[in-house]
C-alpha cells in the first residue's frame, strides 16, 4: 500500500476543509487501519466546525490542522499486533467513542464516562481528551487508524452507506434502553423528523415499541413518519399548540412513561418543557438533543412526581452491534434511509449541503472511494 493517503483537513476554525496527501496510518498494539468507504456528514458538523470553540471552549477539538469525521464504515486493511477476532477484509463500523482504559469510570465499565472520553474526529469532552483525538484522527480520508474496541461487525445485508447512520441510530437506541422502553411504555420523541428522532420510529419494530407519540413542526415530514410504523406512532405538529395538552388529552390525562428530547442547539426551551409537563408520575426524560443554555425547570414538580432527567450522549460499541445484529435479522429495516453520496473531493458542498435535507430520512454520505 502507499505511503500516504488523501485526507481533508481543517486548518483553523470555521474554514472550509482542504484536501492533502498526508501520511497513511500503520496500526500499533490493539489497533487496526481500515479503508474507508462512507462516513456519515451530522446536521451538528457545521455547528462544530465553526461555532464549537466559541459556544463549549471547555470541550477541545483535536489539534489544528485535523481530519473531522464522525461515523466511518469500510474493510480493515491492516491489522495491529495483539488484535484478536478481527482480520483483514472484515466490513465494518467504527464507533467513533475514545477511551483511555485505566481512569475509574474505565475500571468500573462505565466506558462513556471516562474522564478523557472524545469522539474521534469530532470533539473531546475534557481537556484530557486532546490526545486521544489527536491519536485517531476522523473517517474522512482515505484509511483511518481506529482500536479494536471501537469496531462493529456488520452482516451482508447492511451496505456501508446505511451503517455509517449508525452514531445517530444508535445515541436513540441507547436512550430508548436507558429509559427502560420497551412493549407497553408510552414514548414521546420531540423533534421525531430529525436525524435522531426519525431513529424512533425505525427502531420501534425491532424494539417491541407499542406506544410513540412524536412531535415537529412540518406536517408533511410528521406524516411520513408515521407511515414507518403504521398503527404505533401518533403525531402532533407544534404550528398546532403545545405538546403537554397534546399529549393529556392523548393519555386521558395520564402522561407518557418516557419523553426523549432530539431537539437541536437552536430549538426553544419552551418545547423542552412542554415534554417534561407530559411526563406521567415516575416518569423519565432522556435529553440527546444538546439543547444550549440554562433551561429554568419546576424542581418541586420533579421532586413530588419522582422525574428524573438523564442526559445521554452516544452509544456503545456493543450497543451499536445490537444494531447490526438487528439488521441481521431482519427486525431493523433501515431501507427508508435516502442516500446522498458525495466523493471525498467534494466535502466542502457535502456539509453546507446538508441544510436541505429531508428532515431524517436524508442520510448525507462522503465516500473516500467514489469518483
Known sequence: MPDTMLAARMHHVAEEMRLEQVPRPRPG???VTVRVHAVNIVPNLGNILKNWTTWFPEDPLPTLPATFGLDPAGVIDEVGEDVIEWEVGDRVYVNPGRYCLSCEACRDGDLINCSSYAFAGYFGFSPTSVHLLDRYPGGLAEHMLAPAYALVRLPDNLDFNTAARFGYLGTMYSALKKAGAGPGRSILVNGISGTL???AALLAPAMGLTTL????RNRELLDAV???????????SLLDGPVDAWIKDQTNGRGVDIYVDALGPGAEHETFREGMRSLRRGGTCVNIGAMMGDLPIDIHRMMDQQLSIVGSAWSTARECQELADMVAAGTLDLSPLEHRVYPLTEVNSAINGIGDRNGGFSNFIVSPIAR
Request: aromatic share 4%; no cysteine.
Open 29 to 31: 498494539r490493539g489497533e
Open 197 to 199: 428522532g426519525v431513529s
Open 213 to 216: 407519540y412524536g412531535t415537529a
Open 226 to 236: 408515521a407511515e414507518l410504523v403504521p398503527g404505533r406512532l401518533r403525531t402532533h
